[in-house]
């Protein structure tokens, strides 16, 4: 099946500052990227939509400020977590789906962001 | 309102028995389930998915689920359970075009040596 990399899979950053998690479409165009936050023991929620060449769509709930959401490429989505604070230490996954992913949406390994 | 229950929080099997996870969906248009499973730390991988057709569908590592329309329920079973596949297990349900994905709030499968 087609390949998303996520990268890092784990961050430890300082209140205040920003981060960057990247998600990649090794073998396919990924016209539309989907970005998730998992909260301990809780489900999937999704955070936003994004499509290539697009601004990102946010669900309800969602500081579009905060969580920078960039799609620029077909290969590449980036999610800036800006100033970043201990509540907003989660499970972050992006997933992809496009040209040549067929029916489904691909997920990333994950990043385990801790803000101290 | 969209919507995916699973109302198994944790269960645990003894390696070997049978395992049924309950889904059950709320869904406007036709639905696209899928069965995801993570591991600790870990993204989430496709066991199966049900667009349309025959309403059991078989998945990777053995697993397969039936679509119920009449119970909106989309039920993942493995005849017999491997102490590999201790994990978190969802259920989601996509939008035609997969624009969104609703997720359950998944299972937790223990297995018992």
């Known amino acids: 099946g087609a390949v998303v990399s996520q990268h890092p899979s784990r961050v430890i950053c300082k209140s205040g500052t920003s981060v960057k998690i990247e998600c990649r479409s090794l073998?396919?165009?990924?016209?539309?990227m989907f970005w998730y936050r998992q909260f301990p023991k809780k489900s999937l929620m999704l955070m936003a939509t994004?499509?290539?060449?697009?601004?990102?769509?946010?669900e309800q709930g969602v500081e579009k400020d905060k969580f920078l959401i960039n799609h620029a490429s077909l290969t590449l989505s980036t999610l800036t977590v800006t100033s970043a604070h201990p509540e907003d230490s989660s499970f972050y996954i992006c997933s992809a789906t496009g040209l040549g992913a067929g029916t489904e949406a691909f997920f990333g390994q994950g990043t385990r962001l801790t803000v101290v | 309102a969209q919507s995916v229950t699973q109302p198994d929080i944790h269960i645990t099997v003894s390696e070997g028995a049978s395992l049924e996870l309950r889904c059950n969906y709320s869904y406007g248009a036709t639905p696209y389930l899928f069965w995801y499973v993570q591991s600790p730390g870990q993204g989430l991988q496709l066991l199966l998915k049900y667009f349309s057709g025959d309403t059991l569908v078989q998945g990777i590592k053995g697993f397969e689920a039936e679509f119920k329309r009449s119970q909106s329920s989309f039920n993942l079973r493995k005849p017999s359970v491997h102490w590999s596949d201790a994990a978190e297990y969802f259920c989601?349900?996509?939008?035609?075009?997969?624009?969104?994905?609703?997720f359950g709030s998944g299972t937790k499968l223990n297995v018992k040596p």
């Open positions: 073998d396919f165009q990924a016209t539309t």
């Open positions: 994004s499509n290539e060449g697009s601004k990102a769509t946010y």
């Open positions: 989601a349900v996509g939008a035609h075009g997969f624009n969104k994905f609703y």
